[in-house]
């Protein structure tokens, strides 16, 4: 049984930071595509961050500069260090999974709220 489990998600102040993190289970993950998704109220759920098995990285623009992320392959785990967060961050952030060759994403956590407010 495959699971994505996210933690790390709060309140946290405009300038502030959050480290989230999504531990995998039931894959071999070091073969994996790991993504970091959020979806705010009333919005489409977007890409934050990819990180493909090599390392290699994309963001979205609107974080370049803020957020970073990183796999470790021992501990099954994808992070994502978010930085001079801003309320427009505000959103439930996922986790995704997907082989490398493939379109859609094979497997997604059960998310969890960032919410970036004074």
């Known amino acids: 049984q495959v699971q994505l489990v996210e933690s790390g998600g709060g309140l946290v102040q405009p300038g502030g930071s959050l480290r989230l993190s999504c531990a995998a289970s039931?894959?071999?993950?070091?073969?994996?595509?790991m993504a970091w998704y959020r979806q705010a109220p009333g919005k489409q759920r977007e890409l934050v961050a990819r990180i493909v098995n090599g390392g290699s990285t994309n963001y979205a623009d609107s974080v370049k500069g803020r957020f970073t992320i990183s796999r470790d392959n021992t501990k099954n785990t994808v992070y994502l260090q978010m930085n001079n967060l801003n309320p427009e961050d505000t959103a439930v952030y996922y986790c995704?999974?997907?082989?490398?060759?493939?379109?859609?994403?094979?497997?997604w956590g059960q998310g969890t709220q960032v919410t970036v407010s004074s």
């Open positions: 995704g999974a997907k082989r490398e060759f493939k379109a859609t994403y094979d497997y």
């Open positions: 039931g894959i071999f993950f070091s073969i994996y595509t």
